[in-house]
């Protein structure tokens, strides 16, 4: 038997997360302008408080130059604020402003209604399907 990309389970995955990231990042364009690394810098932000740039890129899955570019452009757009680390002068931590938070509020109420959206298109394998992320994704 040869080889099938199709159905190899690393490529699955990773198409169904790229369909899934575009279907929801039109929403959050739509609703405020926000790119991909944008919307991840963001969402890091509203529920982690301030962090540096180096945090967020190992949480985000995002180049630390895509973080910085990212979040100059929220910086320049009132949604976030920089400010030096209190303890090493080499890093820039992160922090929404009121602004945006406010705007997190908005879009958080649209993620949350996207989830909803793709657990009802999954039906009773909606929870199995978050079982089965949690354990490869957890070990």
């Keep these: 038997m040869s080889f099938q990309l199709d ?3 690393p490529y699955r995955l990773s198409v169904a997360a790229a ?3 575009r ?3 039109a929403r959050y364009a739509q ?3 926000l790119t991909i690394p944008e919307w ?3 969402a890091h932000l509203d529920h982690s408080g301030a962090v540096s740039v180096r945090d967020i890129h190992a949480r985000v899955n995002l180049d630390k130059s895509m973080v910085s570019r990212a979040a100059t452009r929220l910086e320049q757009a009132g949604l976030l604020r920089k400010d030096g680390h209190r303890t090493d002068r080499r890093l820039i931590v992160l922090e ?3 602004e945006g938070r406010d705007l997190m509020l908005r879009l958080g109420r649209i993620a949350t209604q996207f989830q909803d959206e793709l ?3 999954l039906g009773k394998d909606g929870p199995a399907l978050r079982r089965a992320l949690a354990q490869l994704s957890d070990g």
Excluded: K, P, Y
Aim: charged share 30%; aromatic share 10%; no cysteine.
């Design 7 to 9: 159905e190899f389970l």
């Design 19 to 21: 369909q899934i990231s």
């Design 23 to 25: 279907r929801f990042a």
């Design 31 to 33: 609703e405020a302008g």
């Design 40 to 42: 991840r810098v963001l």
């Design 96 to 98: 929404l402003t009121d």
């Design 119 to 121: 657990l009802a298109e």
